[in-house]
């Protein structure tokens, strides 16, 4: 979900007020911080049983989607990205030097 006061469609200025916010925050602190929210989101995931994660509209807040599309969305989707993103800047670094 998106942070409050952002919209879906406002996505790319929440990434760029979070990339400007932990800029300075050194590598092993954000391993840190990626570590303690994994291990948080996998406490959640693990307190709902399968019908509340994929059943359509158990939330309210949801609309017609699952909570564990959500879920997926948050973790597994999104490191794939992450990663590929990753892979691409040091790419373009490597051609840079």
Same mark, same amino acid.
């Given at each position: 979900?998106?942070?409050? =006061?952002?919209?879906?469609?406002?996505?790319?200025? &929440? /990434?760029?007020? @979070?990339?400007?916010?932990?800029? /300075?925050?050194? &590598?092993?602190?954000?391993?840190?911080?990626?570590?303690?929210?994994?291990?948080? &989101?996998?406490?959640?995931? +693990? =307190?709902?049983? /399968?019908?509340?994660?994929?059943? +359509? +509209?158990?939330? %309210?807040?949801?609309?017609?989607?699952?909570? =564990?599309?959500?879920m997926i969305s948050a973790t597994s989707?999104?490191?794939d990205w992450a990663s590929k993103l @990753?892979?691409?800047?040091?790419?373009?670094?490597?051609? @840079? %030097?």
């Amino acid at each position: 979900m998106p942070a409050k =006061g952002y919209t879906w469609k406002t996505m790319p200025e &929440l /990434n760029k007020e @979070i990339r400007i916010r932990y800029c /300075n925050v050194e &590598l092993m602190d954000v391993r840190k911080m990626l570590d303690a929210s994994f291990a948080e &989101l996998q406490e959640v995931i +693990k =307190g709902h049983a /399968n019908d509340e994660l994929f059943e +359509k +509209k158990s939330y %309210k807040w949801t609309d017609s989607t699952s909570l =564990g599309a959500y879920m997926i969305s948050a973790t597994s989707s999104h490191y794939d990205w992450a990663s590929k993103l @990753i892979k691409k800047c040091k790419k373009k670094q490597r051609l @840079i %030097k």
